[in-house]
């Protein structure tokens, strides 16, 4: 990890089923959400927008997830089939908010970073220069979770995230 590197990590109360019941009252929709291994998550609130608003690589980063990790059940916790986005033009990735299961936590950040690496292309410089922000919360086997942002180069990211899903969690707050 670099200087330039910020990572926050917490315990969550954010689970498959909390976002189910928070995000729709539909049946078959709260199913597939409970069900998931991986939900894309609406950004926290943003000024200027009412409801869920989603990073600007929803689509993308979707279609990418799906067809990098065929065998993952993949949903976006919202109603609509085109929920609103938020496109930023500043200098860096924003993969957005990530509700996993703790046994697809190591390919759902492989399969991020590798859709970082095809949208930044062999130039070294680039990948060095190129900042990514993202916040993954795991849901453990026991019930409880754990949430990680990340917000540094684009070529830190895979291994400070990596290390973050290894560790044991500890509970409480940790910022590096």
Request: charged share 20%; net charge positive.
């Given at each position: 990890m670099t200087d330039d590197t910020q990572v926050h990590i917490e315990s969550s109360n954010l689970t498959f089923e909390a976002v189910a019941a928070r995000t729709t009252s539909d049946l078959a929709l709260r199913?597939?959400?409970?069900?998931?291994?991986?939900?894309f998550l609406p950004l926290g609130p943003v000024q200027g927008f009412e409801g869920d608003v989603f990073t600007g690589a929803l689509a993308d980063l979707y279609e990418f997830v799906r067809t990098e990790g065929p065998t993952l059940r993949v949903e976006v916790a919202s109603e609509s089939d085109e929920p609103a986005v938020l496109i930023l033009h500043w200098?860096?990735?924003?993969?957005?908010?990530?509700?996993?299961?703790?046994?697809?936590?190591?390919?759902?950040?492989?399969?991020?970073?590798?859709?970082?690496?095809?949208?930044?292309?062999?130039?070294?410089?680039k990948r060095r220069?190129?900042?990514?922000r993202c916040e993954i919360t795991t849901q453990l086997p026991d019930g409880s979770s754990r949430m990680a942002r990340y917000d540094g180069p684009a070529d830190t990211f895979e291994k400070t995230m990596r290390d973050i899903a290894a560790q044991a969690p500890t509970g409480g707050r940790e910022d590096t």
């Open positions: 199913r597939r959400l409970a069900e998931a291994h991986v939900v200098e860096f990735l924003d993969l957005g908010r990530f509700l996993v299961m703790k046994a697809a936590a190591p390919l759902i950040i492989g399969i991020l970073a590798n859709y970082i690496w095809s949208k930044l292309g062999s130039n070294t410089r220069a190129a900042r990514v």
